[in-house]
C-alpha cells in the first residue's frame, strides 16, 4: 500500500507541473478526424508513471512492506529470501532497459512524432529481447490442448504476444480514462495475485503503477482544458504500461517454479485480464485485412468508437468498457472455478460474448 500511496502523491504533485512545461512549449494533442477532443490538450501524463511508480517501489522496500522476495518458501528449500539476499540479475537489468527504451521512445514520440514502422521496430527489439532473458511463455496449461513448450515455440509466441499487448494498450488509448482505467483494474489484479503467491517482488511495481495511474486519471477524467488541469498520457504512458502488462502476463504465466508455485490457471488469469483490448485489436485488424487496407491504418473502429457512435457519451463508454472488462473477470472466475469449463472453453464463450457484444454495436448504429 505504501507503494501506490508515494506512486498517487508523486504523480498528483507532478502532473500540475507536465501541464505547465506543456503549455510553454506547446507540446499538445491536437484534435483530428480520429480524436474525441476537439481542443489542444497536454500529451505528457505519461512521463510520470516510470519515475514515480520507482520511487514508490524503493520507499516500500525500505520501509519493510514487503519482508521477502522471490517466495514461495517451498520454492527455495524452505528459506525466505529476504531484501539483504536481494540480487539484481543481469537479466533483470536487461528488462529494466527495455522498459526504460520503450518508455523513452513513447515520449520522443510525443515530443517529436516518429513513424509508426519505427516505433514497432523497437517494439519489436524489446519483445526479443524478453525471452532471450529466460522470460516466456513455456507452458499453455491445457489451453488447445497444449502444455509444455518447447523454447523455439515458446519464443515466437512470447514475441507475438508482447506485441499483441503493448499495441493493444497504445491503441485503445482513444478516450479519457480507458487506457489508465483499464490498466488500473489489470495492475490491481495482478499484484493481488502475486501477492497470493508471495511474490511482492512483483506485485510492488503492479501496485505502484496503478497508484501513479489513479492520479492521472484526475487530470484525465476530471481536467478542465480552460483552467488547464487536463492531460493526456501520451505514447510514453501507454507503451509502458503495454510492455509493463505484456512482462506481468508472461511472470505470472511462465511455468518456472523456482520462482512462483505451479498453478494450472496461471497463463489464463493473465489472458482474463488482457482479453478485452487484446481481442478489439485483433477485431479491428482482421477486419482492415479482410478489406485489403494497411494493418495500422488510423480509422474508427474500436471498441469505444464504436460505442460513441451509438450515441454513448465518452464518460458512459468509459463505464461500459469498464463493466465489460470486469464482466469478463467474474464470467471466467465462475466457469473456472465452479463450473470447472476448463480454459478452453471459457475462453472460446470469452468470445462468443465479444463478438455478440459488436454485433450488437453495429446493428445499433446502422439503425
Not at 66 to 78: E, H, K, M, Q
Not at 124 to 138: D, S
Not at 178 to 192: E, I, K, Q, R
Not at 266 to 279: D, M, N, Q, V
Request: aromatic content about 12%; proline content about 4%.
Amino acid at each position: 500500500m505504501i507503494a501506490f500511496v508515494i506512486a498517487f502523491l508523486l504523480t498528483l504533485v507532478g502532473t500540475p507541473v507536465v501541464i505547465q512545461f506543456c503549455l510553454k512549449n506547446n507540446l499538445f494533442d491536437k484534435p483530428n478526424k480520429r480524436s474525441s477532443h476537439e481542443k489542444n490538450v497536454p500529451r505528457l501524463g505519461g512521463t510520470l508513471f516510470l519515475p514515480t511508480a520507482f520511487i514508490g517501489v524503493v520507499v516500500a522496500m525500505n520501509m519493510g512492506e514487503s519482508g521477502y522476495f522471490f517466495t514461495p518458501p517451498d520454492a527455495v528449500g524452505g528459506a525466505l529470501l529476504t531484501k539483504s539476499q536481494f540480487v539484481v540479475k543481469t537479466s533483470t537489468l536487461i528488462i529494466g532497459f527495455c522498459a526504460l527504451l520503450i518508455y523513452l521512445v513513447g515520449i520522443i514520440d510525443d515530443l517529436r512524432e516518429i513513424k509508426a514502422k519505427q516505433k514497432f521496430m523497437v517494439q519489436a527489439i524489446v519483445a526479443l529481447a524478453l525471452p532471450a532473458c529466460n522470460l516466456y511463455i513455456n507452458n499453455l496449461y491445457g489451453l488447445f490442448g497444449i502444455y509444455e513448450l518447447s523454447f523455439w515455440m515458446a519464443y515466437p509466441l512470447t514475441v507475438f504476444v508482447i506485441l499483441l499487448v503493448v499495441n493493444a494498450i497504445n491503441l485503445i488509448d482513444g478516450i479519457d480514462g480507458l487506457a489508465s482505467g483499464l490498466s488500473v483494474v489489470m495492475l490491481t489484479l495482478f499484484a493481488a495475485e502475486f501477492h497470493r503467491l508471495g511474490a511482492d517482488t512483483y506485485a510492488l511495481p503492479a501496485i505502484a503503477i496503478a497508484g501513479s495511474l489513479c492520479a492521472f486519471m484526475l487530470f484525465n477524467i476530471f481536467g478542465s482544458v480552460e483552467r488547464h488541469t487536463k492531460i493526456f498520457m501520451g505514447d510514453g504512458g501507454s507503451l509502458l504500461l503495454g510492455f509493463c502488462l505484456s512482462y506481468f502476463l508472461l511472470k505470472l504465466g511462465m511455468d518456472n517454479r523456482a520462482i512462483l508455485p505451479y498453478d494450472p490457471n496461471a497463463l489464463f488469469y493473465g489472458i482474463t485480464l488482457l482479453f478485452l483490448p487484446t481481442a478489439d485489436l485483433a477485431r479491428v485488424a482482421l477486419e482492415r485485412l479482410r478489406q485489403r487496407q494497411p494493418i495500422f491504418q488510423a480509422d474508427k473502429r474500436h471498441i469505444h468508437h464504436r460505442l460513441m457512435g451509438a450515441g454513448l457519451t465518452m464518460h458512459q463508454t468509459l463505464l461500459v468498457i469498464l463493466g465489460l472488462e470486469v464482466l469478463f473477470c467474474i464470467v471466467n472466475y465462475f466457469c473456472i472455478n465452479c463450473l470447472e469449463m476448463g480454459a478452453t472453453l471459457t475462453l472460446l464463450l470469452d468470445i462468443l460474448i465479444f463478438a455478440f457484444f459488436n454485433l450488437v454495436l453495429m446493428r445499433s448504429q446502422k439503425a
